[in-house]
C-alpha cells in the first residue's frame, strides 16, 4: 500500500521563479493539506483541499496556491519566489477532513525540498 | 493566534536514560494533541490526545495531557540510539482541519 507520494524530491529555484509540487495521497484518502518547514522550525499550515476546493487556510500569502484533482492528488503553486520560501513542504493526507480528530492518523509524505536563490 | 511551545529545544542523553519533553499550548477551542517523531523527513504519528490524565502508551514512550494546565508531556524510558530524532507537539482546534506545531524538540541519544 504506497504512502503519501510527492515530486519531486528536491529543487532549487531562483528568485522570482515559479514551482509546482505535486502530491498523491494514500490510498483510501481523500483531504491533502500542505504544510511549509523552514529549517529548526515545526511545521506551518498552508492549505487543505477537500472535494477538489480549498477547505482552510493559513497564514501565507495568495503567492501561494493550490488545487485537488478528482483522483484526490493536489498541487501546491508557488509565484513571484523569494529566499525566505526555502523550505520543506510536506503533504499529509486524511480520510475526511473531519475524521482527524478521531483518528489523529495524518500521513506526511517525505516532502519535496525547495531552495530559492 | 493559536501557539504551541515546546521544551528543550534540544537534549542530549545516553542510552538507557529516560527524558520528558514538554509541550504547552494556547488555543482556542482545543480538540486534540498530537505527538509525531521527525527523523528525516516525514513526520510520523506517536500519539493522539484528547482527555487529561489519562496516559497512553506505546512500548517505552508514554504520553498525558493536563487541559487545565493546557501542556503535555512525552515521556521515553530506556532510550535508544533509535530515538534519535525531533519530536513535535501540535493541537487540532476549531474545525480540526488544521494542525499548529511546536518548533519541536532535537533528542540525541549517544551510545
Known amino acids: 500500500d504506497a504512502g503519501v507520494t510527492q515530486s519531486p524530491t528536491h529543487l532549487i529555484k531562483t528568485r522570482g521563479q515559479q514551482v509546482t509540487l505535486r502530491c498523491s495521497p494514500k490510498s483510501g484518502h481523500d483531504t491533502v493539506s500542505w504544510y511549509q518547514q523552514a529549517l529548526g522550525q515545526g511545521p506551518q499550515f498552508i492549505f487543505q483541499?477537500?472535494?477538489?476546493?480549498?477547505?482552510q487556510r493559513g497564514n501565507f500569502p495568495d503567492r501561494f496556491s493550490g488545487h485537488q484533482f478528482p483522483n484526490y492528488s493536489s498541487e501546491l503553486n508557488v509565484n513571484a519566489l523569494l529566499l525566505g520560501d526555502s523550505a520543506l513542504y510536506l503533504c499529509?493526507?486524511?480520510?475526511?477532513?473531519?475524521?482527524?480528530?478521531?483518528?489523529?492518523?495524518?500521513?506526511f509524505g517525505e516532502g519535496s525540498r525547495l531552495t530559492v536563490l | 493566534e493559536d501557539k504551541v511551545v515546546q521544551s528543550p529545544l534540544s537534549l542530549v542523553v545516553h542510552e538507557g536514560d529516560t527524558v520528558t519533553l514538554n509541550c504547552s499550548y494556547e488555543?482556542?477551542?482545543?480538540?486534540?494533541l498530537l505527538w509525531y517523531k521527525q527523523e528525516k523527513k516525514a513526520p510520523t504519528f506517536l500519539f493522539m490526545l484528547?482527555?487529561?490524565?489519562i496516559e497512553k502508551k506505546s512500548g517505552r514512550l508514554s504520553s498525558i495531557l493536563d487541559k487545565k494546565e493546557l501542556f503535555s508531556i512525552l515521556n521515553i524510558t530506556a532510550t535508544q540510539t533509535g530515538d534519535s530524532a525531533v519530536y513535535l507537539c501540535a493541537v487540532s482546534s476549531g474545525s480540526a482541519r488544521q494542525l499548529t506545531f511546536g518548533s519541536g524538540t532535537q533528542l540525541t541519544v549517544l551510545p
Open positions: 484528547t482527555s487529561s490524565g
Open positions: 499529509a493526507s486524511s480520510q475526511g477532513q473531519l475524521r482527524l480528530m478521531n483518528t489523529g492518523e495524518l500521513f
Open positions: 483541499y477537500y472535494e477538489e476546493e480549498e477547505r
Open positions: 488555543v482556542t477551542n482545543f480538540r486534540s
